[in-house]
């Protein structure tokens, strides 16, 4: 079993960030700054494939899990990204407990999902661990995202679907789905926020989120999330560049 699973399933914390930049450089420096997970993100970053396998290589024996966020729903590609070995994969927008069940079933092979049984995949050691097929579900996290108002009231069915192992919340989208995007102070999108943590809090299942405005990492694992992801490599940089222009005026 992955180590961030492992983690989560003895009640653990985890910490993480969200790559953007589909360089393998930057992920093996994010690798080794000690993140338990970095969220790879293919559905608004530029990265594919191609860039995960390298970025895959990058974390090999840092102790940092790399899930995929993907960018739709799209079976073929999510067992491309299975067969190259992620260690977990993040489906964005599930508003519901089917859809949260179909994408449970694209990461196992039949007869409990439709995940085609290939050979020679970088998942196997290119064939030298035919154990993986056996293991392959315990080994993956399977993260759900919460992200408009329909998907927080299906919270409890969502929650209870058997293989979703972390649900995340995405507060962008969320604001935006009540029709205040990035107004993250006003008092309904709080209280959406809040509505969706309690909801998670009262399942049997983890939760995490980015850090909320105005908020720290610290602020949100008491505010009982689990995994929390500080910033983006995007976030990182901008911040470091203006701080470096600001002292010199």
């Known amino acids: 079993m992955n180590a961030l699973k492992r983690s989560l399933r003895e009640g653990r914390r985890g910490i993480g960030c969200i790559q953007q930049i589909p360089s393998a450089d930057v ?7 000690g993140f338990d997970v970095l969220m790879l993100d293919q559905e608004h970053g530029p990265a594919g494939l191609q860039d995960t396998v390298s970025q895959l290589r990058a974390l090999g024996g840092s102790g940092t899990a790399a899930m995929v966020r993907v960018p739709s729903h799209d079976a073929s590609y999510v ?7 992620v260690d977990g994969l993040v489906f964005p927008n599930i ?21 085609g049984a290939g050979g020679g995949l970088r998942a196997t050691g290119y064939d030298r661990d ?8 315990d080994d993956l996290l399977v993260v759900v995202q919460i992200e408009s108002m ?15 192992d972390l649900v995340v919340i995405g507060p962008r989208d969320l604001s935006a789905s009540l029709g205040k995007l ?7 999108v709080l209280g959406a926020f809040e509505q969706a943590e309690r909801l ?11 850090v909320y405005a105005g908020m720290t990492a610290r602020q949100m ?7 929390v992801l500080v910033s983006t490599d995007v976030g990182f940089l901008v911040r470091a560049a203006r701080a470096a222009l600001e002292a010199l005026l």
């Open 27 to 33: 992920t093996e420096i994010l690798g080794g700054a």
């Open 200 to 210: 998670l809090a009262a399942s049997r299942v983890p939760y995490g989120t980015v």
């Open 130 to 137: 035919f154990g993986y097929y056996e293991r392959a579900a």
């Open 182 to 188: 990035n107004r993250f102070d006003d008092p309904e």
């Open 79 to 85: 067992h491309r990204l299975l067969d190259a070995g």
């Open 95 to 115: 508003e519901s407990a089917e859809a949260a069940r179909a994408m449970v079933g694209l990461t196992r092979y039949p007869p409990r999902g439709s995940r």
């Open 221 to 227: 694992f008491e505010r009982g999330h689990r995994v």
């Open 150 to 164: 329909q998907a927080v009231r299906a919270i409890p069915e969502i929650a209870a679907v058997d293989g979703v």
